[in-house]
C-alpha cells in the first residue's frame, strides 16, 4: 500500500480547482496560429478525460478480478444490448461535445460579437452606474 502526503493531496486539490477557473479578459493563448491553439486545447481536453477514464477502468477491473466476479476475458467479450448501446451514444455525443468546447464558445462569438467585451469595458461601463 502506498501512502500520499497531505502536500501532494493539497497540491492537487488546489491544480484541480485552478484548471476550473475562467480567465478573465480576452481568452489567453500560447501560440501565433489560433488553429493550433485550438488543437492543443482539445487534444488536452482528450488527455484529461483519457488519463481519468483509465484509471477508473484499471480501478474497477482490478477490483471485479480481486473479487472473482469478472476475469478480463468476460470484459473483453461483453457484447452490450440495445439500451446500453443507446446510453453509449449518448455519452459519445456529450464526450464529443466537451472536446470541442473550444471551437463551439468561438463559434458562439462569432455569432454574437455584441457579448464578446472585455472585462475591463464591463468594469467601466458597471462604474458609471
Do not use: C
Not at 21 to 34: M, V, W
Amino acid at each position: 500500500m502506498f501512502s500520499i502526503s497531505k502536500q501532494v493531496i493539497m497540491q492537487s486539490i488546489n491544480d484541480i480547482l485552478l484548471a476550473s477557473n475562467k480567465s478573465k479578459g480576452k481568452r489567453p493563448y500560447f501560440f501565433d496560429d489560433p488553429a493550433v491553439e485550438r488543437v492543443l486545447n482539445i487534444t488536452m481536453a482528450v488527455a484529461m478525460e483519457h488519463a481519468v477514464t483509465r484509471e477508473r477502468l484499471d480501478t474497477i477491473e482490478r477490483l471485479l478480478a480481486a473479487k472473482g466476479i469478472l476475469s478480463q476475458s468476460e470484459i473483453d467479450a461483453y457484447e452490450p444490448d440495445k439500451t446500453a448501446a443507446e446510453e453509449r451514444q449518448r455519452w459519445h455525443a456529450e464526450y464529443i461535445s466537451r472536446i470541442l468546447r473550444i471551437v463551439q464558445q468561438e463559434l458562439e462569438a462569432l455569432e454574437h460579437p455584441e457579448n464578446n467585451r472585455d472585462m475591463e469595458d464591463i468594469a467601466e461601463e458597471l462604474g458609471r452606474t
